[in-house]
């Protein structure tokens, strides 16, 4: 009993306390899946609904606001109100999610440009898509042929965790900046070559260890970047205290 109280009285932060707290709405029977009823959300009620146990509060809710409605109106709109068509769409590949979902929510569409380049990182698309997949356990829905294509998912912890690791390597400029808690840009220099970084490190952490195996006749077990960012991004989850010794790079996005 002691076990299971102390567990509802955990506290989460980041990504795990948005979905504690999209969870107590639904109980509390707030429709969070319903489009009807989340693109017609205002900011109190946002504010209610992410509201704290402790004086921080979750940032940019005009923006999450903006975000709701577009989806939601969408989906409305051009997809009889549910997601589930997007994904029939979409016909078991992962790519064309992705490409459906760019193309259809502007505020999926990760993108900024490097030294004149136009760069996709689409990060929360990726995510999505490989969620699914993970969620129907690669059959039905999620039965994506292709979900080796998908690349890591670029953010702030993983590559964290890779420079924890040693996988990653910054300047000492760069170093400096992150120990100062510098707030970068979406799109600025600095946040792009992380993330671009973490991106081609997964890469090479897939080859590598597929070689490795195959010289030990083992198999791969299917190994792929998704694997390799849930399970950094689950290492980090579990050891925050011990890789706070490694700073991560702050960003303030903007989705719109």
């Known amino acids: 009993m002691k076990v299971i109280f102390a567990f509802f009285l955990q506290?989460?932060?980041?990504?795990?306390?948005?979905?504690a707290a999209i969870n107590r709405a639904i109980d509390e029977g707030k429709k969070m899946y319903d489009p009807r009823f989340y693109s017609k959300l205002t900011i109190d009620d946002i504010v209610h609904i992410f509201r704290s146990d402790t004086v921080s509060t979750m940032?940019?809710?005009?923006?999450?606001?903006?975000?709701?409605?577009?989806?939601?109106?969408?989906?409305?709109?051009?997809?009889?109100?549910?997601?589930v068509s997007v994904l029939r769409k979409a016909d078991g590949s992962a790519m064309k999610l992705i490409d459906l979902v760019t193309n259809e929510f502007p505020c999926f569409q990760d993108i900024t440009f490097y030294e004149g380049q136009r760069v996709a990182l689409f990060k929360?698309?990726?995510i999505l898509a490989a969620d699914l997949w993970m969620l129907y356990r690669g059959e039905g829905l999620g039965a994506f042929t292709d979900i080796d294509s998908l690349t890591m998912f670029a953010d702030y912890r993983v590559p964290q965790a890779m420079?924890?690791?040693?996988?990653?390597?910054?300047?000492?400029?760069?170093?400096?900046?992150?120990?100062?808690?510098?707030?970068?840009?979406?799109?600025d220099r600095?946040?792009?070559?992380?993330?671009?970084?973490?991106i081609h490190a997964a890469e090479l952490i897939v080859n590598e260890t597929c070689k490795i195996l195959d010289s030990w006749n083992?198999?791969?077990?299917?190994?792929?970047?998704?694997k390799v960012d849930y399970f950094l991004w689950d290492f980090r989850l579990m050891n925050a205290t011990e890789l706070d010794v490694v700073p991560y790079h702050r960003v303030r996005c903007i989705y719109y």
Request: proline share 2%.
């Open 11 to 19: 506290k989460r932060t980041g990504y795990m306390a948005m979905v």
């Open 59 to 83: 940032p940019l809710f005009e923006e999450r606001i903006h975000v709701l409605k577009e989806v939601g109106d969408k989906l409305i709109e051009k997809y009889d109100g549910t997601f």
């Open 218 to 226: 083992q198999p791969s077990g299917g190994l792929n970047s998704v």
């Open 190 to 198: 600095e946040e792009v070559e992380i993330r671009g970084c973490s």
């Open 163 to 187: 420079a924890y690791f040693g996988v990653l390597k910054y300047s000492d400029n760069l170093m400096q900046k992150l120990r100062n808690e510098t707030l970068f840009q979406s799109g």
């Open 124 to 126: 929360r698309v990726q």
